[in-house]
């Protein structure tokens, strides 16, 4: 079963501008990730934040966690036409293996 | 570094037929996930190896899917029989141990269609 859900499903922006994506999830967990994925391809890793953490920069993301209310966001500043793809969140249980189970995903265009 | 290689990458088939898809990971990494993901919808995890072990196989379809793992290196993953709904991408990972703190590498994926 899906863990979190993202919201917007898609967004379209200008290149340039600033996307920001939510991710909101129902149990406890021990990490949250980002993952990108290019059309027809693999996931690539972008960024983790531990549930003890509440922000992470990473290059032109930024990254929140609010686990009072099981929420995340990933902040993509000064969007450019190679950052067209989808966005996963993704979470860890604070218990047992790594069990990544993923969200719906975002569908990010931006438009040149 | 060689990053997680997946054949083939893709596979036509009718439904009744099988299918086996082969997977193998970074060198070295000891995880290995399976994840389906079907059009529009986030990856949703198969099976979980740890080396030659399998950790986690909650969501696996076991009646008409099976994968394994020999010698803890590659894998491959089978569909027998193969049903419409079976449709999908199947993606494998990989990750250094299995520990929460790691992030995966994902192969490029299998794209399967059942007619």
């Known amino acids: 079963s899906q863990q979190g859900e993202e919201d917007p499903q898609a967004l379209s922006i200008q290149e340039g501008e600033n996307a920001t994506m939510n991710c909101s999830y129902k149990t406890s967990i021990n990490n949250l990730q980002w993952y990108r994925q290019n059309s027809g391809r693999g996931l690539v890793h972008l960024i983790l934040?531990?549930?003890?953490?509440r922000e992470k920069h990473s290059g032109r993301l930024r990254v929140t966690l609010d686990t009072s209310k099981k929420s995340s966001s990933l902040l993509i500043t000064a969007s450019r036409a190679a950052d067209t793809a989808s966005y996963f969140c993704a979470t860890t249980p604070p218990w047992g293996a790594q069990k990544l189970v993923f969200g719906q995903g975002t569908r990010l265009t931006i438009n040149p | 570094e060689a990053g997680v290689a997946q054949s083939p990458r893709y596979k036509i088939i009718e439904k009744r037929q099988s299918v086996a898809f082969w997977c193998n990971p970074i060198?070295?990494?000891?995880?290995l996930y399976w994840y389906q993901q079907i059009l529009g919808q986030g990856p949703k995890l198969l099976i979980q190896?740890?080396?030659?072990?399998?950790?986690?196989d909650s969501q696996l379809p076991k009646d008409r899917f099976s994968a394994e793992r020999l010698k803890g290196v590659d894998s491959t993953l089978k569909i027998q029989p193969a049903k419409l709904e079976d449709s999908a991408v199947y993606l494998c990972?990989?990750?250094?141990?299995?520990?929460?703190?790691?992030?995966?590498?994902f192969g490029s994926g299998t794209q399967l269609s059942v007619l």
């Open positions: 190896f740890q080396n030659n072990g399998v950790v986690d």
């Open positions: 990972a990989s990750s250094g141990s299995g520990f929460v703190d790691e992030k995966l590498f």
């Open positions: 934040i531990r549930s003890n953490e």
């Open positions: 060198s070295g990494h000891a995880t």
